[in-house]
């Protein structure tokens, strides 16, 4: 069972959400909350696994909470759900530690599919979101260095949302050697983390 905190502003939202989602298959929705600051104080308390975030907010907005969530309460996933698909949000959140981006218009089956993989640590994207931030990392490093065969191997198996664990009882390598090929990765590839890697490897064919 994936449990799940729904954050919003506008209540119909909120609740139409937290409805949908609590009569889906394998999903339980623990609490919902109206701003970012209400968000964190629920997380705390509720600990859920993914926390469905709206980006703009009164007070303390989506992305302000997202960090707020890495600090107090760094088990749970975060998710931005969100009409928004402008690239300075999507940036934005995932630089503050969001696990994904997708837009309110996801139909409620997909979205309870997304969670739950969200939930394991699979990097969840709106295609249009995915197309913006493939833009940002193509302008950030035109000639990224070339990968081996076997960082393209564990780069395919990080897209899958494997865990260094996983990986290395995969490709029967340690967990120390995976944790070194994926900090390579990230280093020849110009990337910030796993989520990153992810979407590369999702935007450029290698899954």
Known sequence: MTR?????????IREG??????????IEVVGTAADGREAVEQAVALTPDV???DVRMPG???????????????????VMLTTFDDEDYVVRSLRAG?????LKDL????LAAAVKLAAVGVAQFDPAAAA?????????????EPLTVREVEVLRLVAAGATNREIAERLYLSE??????ISRILTRLGLRDRTQAALYAQSNGLV
């Open 4 to 12: 799940v905190l729904v954050v919003d502003d506008q209540r119909l």
């Open 132 to 144: 913006r931030l493939t833009a940002v990392l193509s302008r950030s490093d035109r000639h990224p």
């Open 60 to 78: 303390i907005d989506g992305v302000e909470a997202v960090a707020l969530l890495r600090r107090h309460a760094p088990t749970c996933r975060v």
């Open 107 to 110: 139909p409620s089956q997909e």
């Open 98 to 102: 969001a696990t994904g981006y997708l």
């Open 17 to 26: 959400i937290a409805s949908l989602l609590g009569l889906q298959p394998g």
């Open 176 to 181: 120390g050697t995976v944790k070194n090929h």
């Open 51 to 53: 926390v469905l975030m």
